[in-house]
Each structure stands twice: as C-alpha cells, then as structure tokens.
T-cell receptor, first 117, second 115 residues
Framework: AQKITQTQPGMFVQEKEAVTLDCTYDTSDQSYGLFWYKQPSSGEMIFLIYQGSYDEQNATEGRYSLNFQKARKSANLVISASQLGDSAMYFCAMREGRSYNTDKLIFGTGTRLQVFP | GAVVSQHPSRVICKSGTSVKIECRSLDFQATTMFWYRQFPKKSLMLMATSNEGSKATYEQGVEKDKFLINHASLTLSTLTVTSAHPEDSSFYIC???????????FGPGTRLTVL
C-alpha cells in the first residue's frame, strides 16, 4: 500500500501568490515524522520543513508552513509569496518509528511546481 | 545545514564496467548513510542503508552483489555498481542524517549513463 500520496503531478502559481501542495500519508505508528524536500532541476534535494507527529503546532519555516491535520493524515505544504526560484519538484516524505537508528524515509511521487510572472 | 558531497557528479561508462560513487559528509560524522536511486521524473527509491563498520542493509529487490556498499569511515560511504548495464543508468543520490530533526541531508547526486 502506498504510504505517501501526492495527488498533484503539477501545479502552477503566479508570482507572489500562495500555493498549497497536497500530501496524505498512511501509517499505523503513533510516532512518525513528515518532511518536505525541494528538488530543483540541478537534482539536489533540499530540506524545507519538518513536522513531528506529536507536535501540536503546525511547523513554519520562513515562507514555508505545514498544514498538519493528523486525523485526516494530511501534511500539506503551503508556500506563501511564491517566487520564480520556487519552481521545482517538491517531495513529501515520512519517517516511521521512534528509533532514529532504524528509520528510513519513504517518498511520495512528487509535485512539479511552476511559478510564472 | 550539514553538507554532503558526492563524486563524480556525472559518469558515462561502457556496459560491463564497474563504477564507484563516493558520498562524503563534509562537516559532520555520519554513522548511517542512505543510497537512493531516482529514474527520470520519478520519486526517490531507497536502495540501501549504509552503516559504518558493518554490512549495509538492502531494500527488497536490490541486488547486494550488484550494488556494493562500503562505509569504511564516519565520513565516507561508497556505492559500486558492478558490471554495469544500460538499465543501471539512473540518478543516484546519497544522504546522511544530521540536524535538529535528524533530517536527511542529500548529496548533489550522480548521474550514471551506461552505454
């Protein structure tokens, strides 16, 4: 069963507008972590933001915020004030379990975001 | 953030040859590193978890004799694609854990083309 689902293969947003990238997940663990990564055309994976399953507050990091709805098992990324440099692939990922020594990341299929002037 | 480097960034080789890819953590020690493979316009698939001083843990379906992993020090893991074939052509990315959330920091990737 797919554990991380990103239903939007591509999204367009105008510069300076906000955009939401969807991510839903499936796990039976009580303890897990959710990550968002950005992959520009150069190929490098850039860590954006993290949300722990026990965190009560939604994570924020500059223009990035995570809309965490635990009951719905969704962890959508919100990018405010989009910039042309935000154009890239965005991956949602999940780490299951408490033990950081045995964790591994499971990635979604990604969403390609294109910001236009 | 923590810096992970990979070398080479791009390699083209003939079918049947072996290719070694290096992954280094530059400003931190990494007892665990991860190797991923990414096909064009696809997601990252974990191939194996590299553990310093012990054998790597391979994901289901990944041939350990085909993809040799050596994690000889706390800052270096290597992936050797043995007897490469055109179907091994892909983008290979390594990562290591660091940071406040034990997030994975990724190397810039290695694009392998097997002719």
């Amino acid at each position: 069963a797919q554990k991380i689902t990103q239903t939007q293969p591509g999204m367009f947003v105008q510069e300076k507008e906000a955009v939401t990238l969807d991510c839903t997940y499936d796990t039976s663990d009580q303890s897990y972590g959710l990550f968002w990564y950005k992959q520009p055309s150069s190929g490098e994976m850039i860590f954006l933001i993290y949300q722990g399953s026990y965190d009560e507050q939604n994570a924020t990091e500059g223009r990035y915020s995570l809309n965490f709805q635990k009951a719905r098992k969704s962890a959508n990324l919100v990018i405010s004030a989009s910039q042309l440099g935000d154009s890239a692939m965005y991956f949602c990922a999940m780490r299951e379990g408490r033990s950081y020594n045995t964790d591994k990341l499971i990635f979604g299929t990604g969403t390609r975001l294109q910001v236009f002037p | 953030g923590a810096v992970v480097s990979q070398h080479p960034s791009r390699v083209i080789c003939k079918s049947g040859t072996s290719v070694k890819i290096e992954c280094r953590s530059l400003d931190f020690q990494a007892t665990t590193m991860f190797w991923y493979r990414q096909f064009p316009k696809k997601s990252l698939m974990l191939m194996a978890t590299s553990n310093e001083g012990s054998k790597a843990t391979y994901e289901q379906g990944v041939e350990k004799d085909k993809f040799l992993i050596n994690h000889a020090s706390l800052t270096l893991s290597t992936l050797t694609v043995t007897s490469a074939h055109p179907e091994d052509s892909s983008f290979y990315i390594c990562s290591a854990r660091a940071g406040e959330y034990n997030e994975q920091f990724f190397g810039p990737g290695t694009r392998l083309t097997v002719l």
